[in-house]
């Protein structure tokens, strides 16, 4: 008996300690500073202050059905009808998109960057990589069409977790924009959160996505198999343009291959040859640029 409930205490053990250790890494990331961000970006020569200050923007402040307030700006020095809102991923916040901002600046697009949940100055207090955020997604595509009208032409462009809720956005809530960029997301959530305890802890996901599942859905109220790019992407009938880099050792290429093969009607794929995790741009600018005219060129 004695040795039965000593085994049941180690089992019970086990399961609160990693429910609770991988839960809380999973809603509660480690965020980059906003001063890490500026000097990530300023060294890639992404950010130049001075420049970023002459800009008129527009902030704003709108609701979250959750409960909490979202923050962006918009950025909008042409007279034109079309726009774009940028989509960052998890850890940073929308300084991270100011890379992304100049780039359809400098192809005549107006631009809105803003701060997903629970990052930059943005409310919200967990990460729920793409769950919440879809909606919260919705509410600024709202904003934008109340604000200078709905008969735009709108582009969603994400990054990582932000191309994530991009893609279950429009698979998931509304097909609401003319077109989407998805810049290295994952295909789907568990099968992330799998590839990375191989990575990182050399643990096969038996022993910690059985556990893990129901404390998410217990903690944060949502389901991990739920957030599915993989199933979401078939139901998008606007143009997709998915970018990966070939070595990409946090979210595999492999996965945007999956997203492409499942995504029906117009859609493009680019596998950049240079760079890490999220760094498609950085290390392939001239051709990164090139494949976004060339998915213009094609679709508007």
């Excluded at 970006?41 to 704003?60: I, R, V, W």
């Excluded at 998109?97 to 005549?108: H, I, Q, R």
Aim: aromatic share 14%.
């Amino acid at each position: 008996m004695k040795k039965l409930l000593i085994g049941l205490f180690i089992v019970l053990s086990y399961i609160f300690i990693v429910g609770f250790f991988f839960t809380n890494r999973m809603m509660y990331i480690k965020k980059k500073t906003d001063e890490e961000i500026i000097k990530r970006e300023t060294t890639l020569g992404f950010y130049n202050q001075n420049d970023y200050d002459a800009l008129e923007k527009k902030f704003f402040t709108i609701p979250s059905s959750f409960g909490y307030s979202i923050k962006g700006t918009l950025v909008a020095p042409y007279e034109t009808n079309r726009y774009i809102i940028i989509c960052h991923g998890v850890t940073v916040n929308r300084l991270n998109s100011v890379k992304y901002m100049n780039l359809f600046l400098e192809k005549g697009w107006n631009v809105v960057i803003y701060d997903h949940r629970r990052h930059g100055e943005s409310g919200g207090k967990t990460t729920s990589y793409g769950h919440y955020e879809k909606f919260d997604l919705q509410a600024v595509v709202h904003w934008l069409k109340k604000e200078v009208g709905d008969s735009i032409i709108l582009g969603i462009h994400g990054e990582s977790m932000g191309a994530v809720t991009t893609l279950l956005y429009a698979g998931m809530v509304e097909d609401g924009a003319d077109f989407y960029i998805a810049d290295c997301p994952f295909s789907e959530l568990e099968a992330q959160l799998s590839y990375r305890l191989k990575v990182e802890f050399k643990l096969p996901s038996v022993l910690v996505m059985p556990i893990a599942k129901p404390f998410v859905q217990l903690r944060d109220r949502y389901s991990i198999k739920g957030v599915s790019p993989l199933k979401a992407v078939s139901n998008i009938r606007n143009p997709v343009l998915f970018i990966h880099s070939k070595d990409d050792d946090y979210i595999p290429a492999e996965m945007s291959k999956q997203l492409f093969q499942q995504k029906k009607g117009p859609k493009k794929l680019f596998i950049a040859e240079k760079g890490s995790h999220a760094m498609s741009y950085a290390e392939n600018r001239k051709k990164y640029s090139d494949v976004i005219d060339e998915f213009f060129a094609d679709i508007l």
